[in-house]
C-alpha cells in the first residue's frame, strides 16, 4: 500500500504505536473481527480474515518502524499514515533521511 503496489494477495502492515500490551489488543481484535484466525508472534498480530492478512505490529516509539520503512523502500510517507498528523509525518521522514544500518 505505501508503495502503491498492490496487488490481489497484498497483506497490509500495520504500525500501531501503543502502551497497551499485546493481549489488549488481540481481545479488541476480537471484537472487530470476531471470525477471523488470530496469530501472535511476539509483538505482531496476525490477523487472517476471509483469506486475506492483517499484520499489525505494535510499537511504543517510531524507531520500531524504521527499519522496516526503510526496506520497504517507501517514496512517499504520507501514503502510508492512516491516522496521524504533520507531526508523525516529519518524524517519519526524518528517520528514513537519518536511518543507518551500523
Known amino acids: ?6 496487488k490481489k ?9 501503543t502502551a497497551n500490551n499485546v493481549s489488549i ?6 471484537n472487530i473481527f ?3 484466525e488470530i496469530i501472535i508472534q511476539r509483538n505482531q498480530i496476525d490477523v487472517y480474515i476471509n483469506n486475506h492478512l492483517l499484520e499489525i505490529n505494535l510499537i511504543q ?10 526496506k520497504s523502500e517507501i517514496k ?5 499514515i492512516l491516522l ?5 509525518y516529519l518524524s517519519l521522514e ?5 536511518f543507518s544500518y551500523d
Not at 25 to 30: L, P
Open 1 to 6: 500500500m505505501g508503495r502503491r503496489e498492490v
Open 9 to 17: 494477495y497484498s497483506d497490509v502492515d500495520l504500525f500501531l504505536k
Open 25 to 30: 489488543v488481540e481481545d479488541q481484535i476480537k
Open 34 to 36: 470476531p471470525e477471523s
Open 61 to 70: 516509539d517510531l524507531k520500531d518502524a524504521q527499519l522496516f520503512y526503510k
Open 76 to 80: 512517499n510517507v504520507s501514503n502510508t
Open 84 to 88: 496521524g498528523n504533520e507531526e508523525l
Open 94 to 98: 526524518n528517520l528514513l533521511k537519518n
